[in-house]
């Protein structure tokens, strides 16, 4: 794959690393090491100067993301709605800390600076569900829910793929 | 030239010139961190910064430029303030055990801390926690005690251009690290040492041998010896205050008696071994369609890099040991023997100016039958801590000589120490085996001096020998590139890793006087000029030590005992 990403783009020429960092994310959810060392090769600069790079820039991950992504909003308002204990019960909820991804890869947790829904504060967006005015009592409920369906069996994938 | 004012002296300064050099002509200090001298400034530390009249801001004095008429202030309570700020808040993220760090008093933020009055702790919070990084077998990375201030960053990448680490994640989390925060063990780092010259603190640092040496020495079944490298007497005596460039060797001796060495030898004695060595090793590739050209392998930063970036050329490197493994090696053979010694008790100390040196003594491939040729490695700075924890006034102590057989050299050894030399000592010693006659003048301007790659064509006996010497790995790139382009014309080059050669080693004192590199190295210079013998294959312990025990040079027995052979990492760090 990574070939084809690599063709777009003149080698030794380290002004294209960004750009490279982002198609890479893009076909794999993340960066992965090997892809980092490539594209450290392929730029001719340091392993150490990419990885610099992918550390400072918020929009790269170095680890794949879990099947369902929770962020929660830490924005002024949220934070003024008690957000942080939203955070501390999803952590110790899911065992992770904001930035990680549980070891059965089925959540990341993740924090974002606002997510522009100020109006129903507390906010945590999971996938494409927003919960708002959200309490740290209704986080088992609404994680269980997730759970619930990954335990489901996957019958009608099966049935289609026939 | 550009007239202007700095806290109301006037100043006569040249264009392009910073605020800062303008200050210091007329002995104004300005504080400096990020700072290096002959690279692109960074203004990252701010520490320098200056109030220039009509600008609004205050001034980073590394950064900016002088102008006609410029008025400066680099003393206002304004920048004062400022200055005081910067050092309170990187204090307050530090560990603040100086009493317990390697560095203390000679720690640039402790110095800042002092020049800046602080009495109080303003911001105590948060500090960072990272875990020491102990996996290299030479160098420590503790970057809770790191300041950010980025001239390893430079040194390693810019200067040496390896590029083992870098800055990485940002604001309170921000740290200097290898990729992946993975030990230096498994990075690109050749463990040069460069790095902890230019730390500010102790954030980088030699791993230390001083205590299994201690213990050692206390073990009575134990043959304690010691040899020292032709760069720590050059250097040594800049820990006590002694004129730049003084001629330690004497003391040494002396000094290392004292702390409980049974015998004090000569690395240098191995250093003309190993030209016997190198040379016959040379004109054997020469005569006899070898692979051409042939590199040094006294450098074991120079090993570790070609081992790490171009394994395929390894066939290039001379398969001699370096000098201090030769020497250990022929202590625990020979040696041993001629004394009845059992050579499984003799342990080997070397007193090095280097921190490679460490991971290369620990190398199986420099060991027989689980006996290291060399047991430990001490830097010129860890050995100066244990002069002074043992009591040892080194600037009363009487000069002494090395022992024998291992103390006798010749001059050409002395200048292994500096950049061309292990060249010029080869030289000496090929053009006497090569052409039959003795050279007149033994001395090679052509390859001595601080370019970074300096080149020459020798005309031995009608046979033009194209030599080159690399000083400092950051200019091996080109050298490399035309040996795998099939273009390469020389027949011989001499690497070291360190800009200088060992008289700069990692190991070394850690002192920012510019001119001390030119003095280290006019005294190596200055011992080979005065000795009366000034060819390796003039020194006579040396010549005995052929004829009792090694027979040939490059012959069977040598070939056991002096040359290795290298193992291609690049593998090696792919899987890892």
């Not at chain 2, 925060?181 to 902890?196: E, F, H, R, Y």
């Not at chain 2, 003039?538 to 490059?554: A, I």
Request: net charge neutral.
């Amino acid at each position: 794959m990574e070939n084809r990403i690599f063709e777009h783009y003149t080698p030794k020429d380290r002004s294209n690393l960004i750009a490279l960092l982002q198609d890479v994310q893009e076909a794999y959810g993340y960066l992965p090491e090997g892809q980092l060392k490539a594209i450290a090769e392929y730029v001719g600069i340091p392993l150490s100067t990419v990885y610099g790079v992918a550390t400072f820039y918020n929009q790269f991950r170095l680890t794949p993301l879990g099947k369902n992504v929770i962020r929660v909003c830490r924005g002024t308002a949220c934070h003024v709605k008690n957000s942080a204990n939203i955070l501390t019960a999803l952590e110790t909820e899911l065992g992770v800390k904001a930035g990680q991804t549980t070891r059965d890869k089925l959540f990341t947790l993740e924090t974002v600076a606002c997510i522009g829904a100020c109006s129903i504060a507390p906010v945590v967006n999971i996938n494409e569900e927003y919960y708002g005015r959200i309490t740290v009592k209704e986080i088992p409920k609404i994680l269980n829910k997730y759970k619930k369906e990954e335990a489901k069996p996957k019958v009608e994938q099966e049935v289609s793929a026939e | 030239m550009i007239e202007m004012t700095i806290n109301n002296i006037k100043v006569k300064a040249e264009e392009g010139m910073t605020i800062l050099d303008a200050a210091k002509s007329v002995g104004i200090h300005i504080p400096t961190l990020c700072h290096m001298k002959d690279l692109f400034p960074t203004g990252a530390c701010r520490i320098c910064v200056v109030e220039v009249e009509g600008m609004r801001g205050l001034t980073p004095s590394c950064a900016y430029p002088v102008m006609e008429g410029m008025k400066v202030d680099t003393n206002s309570v304004r920048v004062r303030t400022a200055r005081k700020t910067i050092v309170e808040l990187l204090v307050e993220n530090h560990p603040q055990d100086c009493l317990v760090c390697v560095r203390n008093k000679n720690c640039e933020l402790q110095d800042l801390a002092e020049r800046y009055n602080l009495r109080e702790h303003r911001f105590v919070g948060e500090k960072k926690d990272h875990a020491i990084d102990v996996s290299s077998a030479s160098m420590e990375r503790d970057p809770a005690k790191c300041i950010l201030c980025g001239r390893c960053v430079r040194t390693c990448g810019d200067i040496q251009k390896i590029g083992a680490i870098d800055f990485t994640n940002r604001g309170f989390k921000s740290n200097v690290t290898t990729p992946f925060n993975k030990g230096l063990n498994v990075s690109d780092c050749i463990l040069c040492g460069q790095c902890i010259l230019v730390c500010p603190t102790a954030a980088l640092r030699e791993k230390s041998h001083s205590k299994d040496v201690m213990n050692a020495i206390r073990d009575k079944k134990k043959y304690v010896v010691a040899q020292i490298a032709p760069a720590v007497r050059a250097s040594i005596g800049e820990e006590y205050n002694l004129p730049l460039g003084t001629n330690a060797t004497g003391q040494l001796v002396t000094g290392l008696r004292r702390l409980g060495f049974k015998k004090v030898f000569d690395t240098n004695f191995a250093a003309d071994l190993t030209i016997i060595e190198e040379a016959t090793e040379l004109i054997n590739r020469v005569t006899k369609a070898g692979d051409l050209p042939m590199f040094t392998s006294c450098c074991p930063g120079w090993v570790k890099y070609i081992e790490q970036n171009r394994p395929q050329l390894l066939k290039h490197v001379s398969s001699c040991k370096s000098p201090h493994e030769m020497e250990g090696a022929v202590l625990k053979t020979y040696y041993a023997k001629k004394m009845g010694i059992n050579p499984k008790d003799i342990y080997v100390v070397s007193v090095m100016p280097c921190t490679v040196k460490k991971f290369e003594s620990s190398r199986p491939e420099l060991s027989e039958e689980h006996m290291a040729d060399v047991d430990a490695v001490l830097t010129t700075r860890e050995l100066v801590r244990m002069f002074k924890m043992a009591g040892i006034d080194f600037n009363d102590l009487p000069e002494d000589e090395f022992d024998n057989p291992l103390g006798e050299s010749t001059g050409a050894a002395a200048i292994f120490g500096t950049s061309g030399g292990v060249m010029e000592a080869a030289l000496r010693t090929a053009y006497a085996k090569i052409s039959g006659k003795e050279l007149e003048n033994v001395e090679f301007q052509e390859v001595r001096g601080m370019d970074g790659i300096k080149s020459a064509t020798i005309p031995i006996n009608g046979l033009d020998v194209n030599i080159a010497v690399v000083n400092g790995i950051g200019n091996i790139g080109s050298i490399l590139d035309e040996i795998e382009r099939g273009e390469s014309k020389y027949h011989f080059i001499e690497v070291m890793a360190c800009p200088g050669g060992c008289i700069n080693g990692g190991g070394q004192p850690i002192h920012s006087k510019p001119e001390k590199l030119k003095k280290r190295v006019q005294t190596l210079y200055d011992i080979d000029s005065k000795m009366k013998t000034r060819k390796s294959h003039e020194n006579e312990s040396v010549q005995k030590l052929y004829r009792e025990f090694f027979g040939e040079p490059n012959g069977h027995v040598a070939h056991e005992i002096l040359h290795t052979h290298y193992c291609d990492r690049k593998k090696i760090l792919e899987h890892s």
